[in-house]
């Protein structure tokens, strides 16, 4: 969006809120937002947890993922440009659509994620590939102390 990153997105995990309740499946059409001109989605690896955590350590997170699937966040770009100059994150650009699947892989199947590709299509036509290894954040959650180097 012709901005900078800031230093601080590589310290410490950001996150949006969207509406939890709707979903999409694999395959399945996203409605278009009647005030959007340009969406976008986020590939995204998911982890399923069987518990609820708070303060999770480092330590003890994978304890609590049972599974992993595909996440795509979707994203009405125009309007995310406006809300993110307003420095409390994406919040109506990201309220409209998510998207899950089409399969949970168990813990037990795959212990460890590293090594695998993931891709995203959009009619047909490959828009993102690339390899977990390329995730900026794992889902061991991140040191707080960071913050303060």
């Not at 708070?54 to 304890?63: F, G, I």
């Not at 998207?99 to 993102?128: M, Q, S």
């Not at 690339?130 to 707080?144: A, N």
Request: net charge negative; with cysteine; aromatic share 14%.
């Amino acid at each position: 969006m012709g901005t900078r990153v800031p230093e601080e997105w590589f310290k410490v995990p950001t996150y949006y809120k969207g509406d939890p309740a709707i979903f999409y499946g694999h395959m399945e059409d996203v409605p278009w937002p009647s005030y959007a001109k340009t969406l976008d989605f986020e590939l995204e690896v998911a982890a399923i947890t069987y518990k609820k955590g708070r303060d999770v350590s480092k330590d003890r997170a994978y304890e609590l993922i049972i599974g992993y699937t595909i996440f795509n966040d979707f994203s009405v770009r125009e309007l995310e440009a406006v809300e993110l100059r307003l420095l409390l994150g994406p919040g109506k650009s990201k309220d409209f659509a998510n998207g899950l699947g089409p399969w949970i892989v168990t813990r037990d199947e795959l212990p460890d994620i590293k090594g695998l590709r993931v891709y995203a299509k959009v009619n047909g036509e490959t828009w993102c590939d690339t390899k977990i290894e390329d995730m900026q954040w794992d889902f061991g959650g991140y040191d707080i102390l960071r913050i303060n180097e």
